[in-house]
Structures are given as structure tokens and as C-alpha cells.
T-cell receptor, first 113, second 112 residues
Framework: KAGVTQTPRYLIKTRGQQVTLSCSPI?????VSWYQQTPGQGLQFLFE???????NKGNFPGRFSGRQFSNSRSEMNVSTLELGDSALYLC????????????FGSGTRLTVV | SQELEQSPQSLIVQEGKNLTINCTSSKTLYGLYWYKQKYGEGLIFLMM?????EEKSHEKITAKLDEKKQQSSLHITASQPSHAGIYLC????????????FGTGTLLAVQP
């Protein structure tokens, strides 16, 4: 059974640019949630999608957005990148209400220069 | 203050020694998850606890949940270098959404 796949693994962008990250959940999982991990703030929840609908959103500016497709794959977009957006972005997939746990991908390391 | 406090922040132990990591929530726990992370990599799922008094074990790692104290502990018996890494507890404090809050993590080093 394939795990959660995140692409790309590493990314370097310039301030002001935008970026799109991708997450393919475990087959059969309909929930995908995104997290940002930085040394200063730790792991913080960005948003969660279930059946193409955003169900919950963390305290991040509107520059952070996402979407989910009918095959449950999800994308996260960050517009007008700032240096502080440099982080490890992780996505997690789960089945019913995390009943069987949340499986994380290997993450995308974004560096903004 | 943090909704989920982990202690200690870091730990250095000799190989073969036992250790305990604690995770305390300021909110009601609907689910408590333990993960291990190697620096810069994804989170590896260790255990999930959902009921008060629940205790689970996997190999040499045991986790317990004290629902009344809103607290969980992770205990490693006879530590090995392979146990080194960052241990994170994550909690569902809403019971209604797939959203986890995480502790700040415990960095574990095991000296051979």
C-alpha cells in the first residue's frame, strides 16, 4: 500500500513568487490536511480538505490556499512568498475522523530567498 | 502558552537506559497521537490513544493516556541508537475535525 506522496521534495523560490505543492493521499483516504513546520513555531495546522471541501482552516493569511480534487489529491498554494514562508510543509491523510491515525508524507522543504 | 506541552525538550541517554517523555494538554483530549521524526523528514506514526487509561506498546515503546489529567506519556525501555530522533505528540482537542495540534517536540539522543 503506497504511502502519502508529496512533490516536489525540495523547492527554492524568490520572494514575491508563488508556489504550488502537491499531496497524494493513501488510496481510500478522503481527508487531507496540511501543516507548516518551522524551528520557531513548530508544527502548525494550515487547513484540511475532505471530499473537495475545506472543512477547517488554521490561522494563516489568505496567501495560503489549497484545494482538493475528486481523486482526493490535494494542492497547496502560497502566493507572494515571504522569507518567513521558508519551512517544511507536510501533508497528512486519514480515513474516518482520524480513527486509524494520520499518515504523514515526507514533506516539501520550501526555501524562499 | 502552548496548548500542548511536551517535556523534556531534549534528552540524552546512554544506550540501554529507559526514558519517559510527557505530553500535557490544556484542553480535553479526543485523541492523542505519538510520532517520531528524523530531522527534516516526515513524521512516522508510532501510536494512537483514544480512551482514558488506554495503554499501547510497540516493540520497546509504550504509551499511556491519562484522560483525567489530559496527559500522555511515552516510555522507551532499553533505548537503542535507532530510537534517536524527535518525538512529537499531536492531539485532537475538538473531536469534530481532522485537525491536530502538536507539542514542541522532544529531541532524543542515545549515546552508544
Amino acid at each position: 500500500k503506497a504511502g502519502v506522496t508529496q512533490t516536489p521534495r525540495y523547492l527554492i523560490k524568490t520572494r514575491g513568487q508563488q508556489v504550488t505543492l502537491s499531496c497524494s493521499p493513501i488510496s481510500g483516504h478522503r481527508s487531507v490536511s496540511w501543516y507548516q513546520q518551522t524551528p520557531g513555531q513548530g508544527l502548525q495546522f494550515l487547513f484540511e480538505y475532505f471530499s473537495e471541501t475545506q472543512r477547517n482552516k488554521g490561522n494563516f493569511p489568505g496567501r495560503f490556499s489549497g484545494r482538493q480534487f475528486s481523486n482526493s489529491r490535494s494542492e497547496m498554494n502560497v502566493s507572494t512568498l515571504e522569507l518567513g514562508d521558508s519551512a517544511l510543509y507536510l501533508c497528512a491523510s486519514s480515513s474516518r475522523q482520524g480513527l486509524y491515525g494520520y499518515t504523514f508524507g515526507s514533506g516539501t522543504r520550501l526555501t524562499v530567498v | 502558552s502552548q496548548e500542548l506541552e511536551q517535556s523534556p525538550q531534549s534528552l540524552i541517554v546512554q544506550e540501554g537506559k529507559n526514558l519517559t517523555i510527557n505530553c500535557t494538554s490544556s484542553k480535553t483530549l479526543y485523541g492523542l497521537y505519538w510520532y517520531k521524526q528524523k530531522y527534516g523528514e516526515g513524521l512516522i506514526f508510532l501510536m494512537m490513544l483514544q480512551k482514558g487509561g488506554e495503554e499501547k506498546s510497540h516493540e520497546k515503546i509504550t504509551a499511556k493516556l491519562d484522560e483525567k489529567k489530559q496527559q500522555s506519556s511515552l516510555h522507551i525501555t532499553a533505548s537503542q541508537p535507532s530510537h534517536a530522533g524527535i518525538y512529537l505528540c499531536g492531539a485532537d482537542t475538538s473531536g469534530a475535525t481532522n485537525k491536530l495540534i502538536f507539542g514542541t517536540g522532544t529531541l532524543l539522543a542515545v549515546q552508544p
